[in-house]
């Protein structure tokens, strides 16, 4: 039978349709909040020298050196603050359990609205040694001595750990310390960090380091862990390798650049003290062939 369509229905079924078609002005979909992930980069091994040192009876020669990561600043991409939080659940738990906060950030007011948590990505320790008592990040950087022309690792270093923190600023300005201070929850920020990471304070149960885009964390050569033994490395050339964040566990932007290395050239002689001179420096990359000559 053919359908017959009075005309009152004919203009609701026809209103029903623009109501599913037609969207009211301001209904659209709010954007996704964007994570400001940093971007740790590690500077090229500084200072180098060899120093003496006697213990166990015997000398030992130690390849000392300046290291430092930094927190690249701000770009297209993103780039928050290293916003590390460690914890633990009592004074009869030896380490604390480190977690990654990493601001929210709202395209459509501009400000950061929340932080997102990356459970579980490093270790701290109370650290007593002679010159600190401190909490200690386990394993931020690795230092390693390979062989020029296999790259095979020959000896690495003992470093305890780091206490990560905004110690010079590399580049003027943070937009993310502009952002933090109108969020619209409260979060962690570059306020928060603990400068001497719980200095003295072995019964605390959280402690937050970290680092600002723009600033870097640098360690001076012979503090303690700041060197190679190289009593048994012969004469040779080696790639002193420094590789921030060697885990991958902090989340980054951008992991391609967290190794910097120089070529050197390692004399010994026996009874004295080896020489060591640095042949190039390479940024951002763990292999450092010698330079070509033209």
């Known amino acids: 039978m053919p359908v017959v369509v009075l ?6 079924l026809a209103a029903l349709a623009m109501a599913v078609v037609v969207r009211p002005a301001g209904a659209q979909q709010a954007p996704a909040l964007q ?6 980069t590690q500077d090229v091994p500084k200072q180098i020298s060899v120093a003496a040192k006697r213990f166990g009876g015997r000398r030992h020669y130690r390849l000392a050196f300046r290291s430092a990561a930094e927190n690249r600043f701000p770009g297209r991409t993103g780039g928050g603050a290293v916003v590390l939080v460690g914890r633990r659940p009592n004074r009869g738990t030896k380490t604390m359990t480190v977690d990654q906060h990493i601001d ?15 459970r579980n990505v490093g270790t701290m320790r109370f650290v007593k040694a002679a010159d600190h008592q401190h909490w200690h990040l386990v394993g931020f950087e690795r230092y390693e001595l390979r062989r020029a022309s296999s790259h095979r690792l020959v000896t690495r270093d003992r470093k305890t750990g780091f206490c990560v923190g905004n110690r010079y600023q590399f580049k003027a300005g943070s937009r993310l310390a502009f952002r933090a201070s109108a969020a619209v929850t409260p979060q962690l920020t570059f306020r928060d960090f603990s400068q001497e990471c719980a200095k003295s304070q072995p019964r605390i149960l959280s402690v937050t380091v970290g680092l600002s885009p723009g600033w870097g964390d640098d360690y001076k050569p012979l503090v303690e862990g700041q060197f190679i033994d190289i009593t048994k490395v012969p004469s040779g050339r080696y790639v002193l390798v420094h590789r921030a964040n060697p885990s991958r566990k902090i989340r ?30 390479c940024r951002g990359t763990e292999r450092c062939p010698a330079p070509t000559t033209p």
């Open 7 to 12: 005309p009152a229905l004919a203009v609701l």
């Open 35 to 40: 994570p400001q992930v940093p971007d740790i």
């Open 104 to 118: 929210l950030f709202d395209p459509q007011t501009g400000r950061i609205d929340t932080q997102e948590v990356h």
């Open 252 to 281: 980054e932007s951008d992991y391609t650049n967290n190794a910097s290395s120089v070529l050197l050239d390692i004399r010994r002689r026996t009874g004295s003290k080896p020489t060591v001179r640095t042949l190039a420096k």
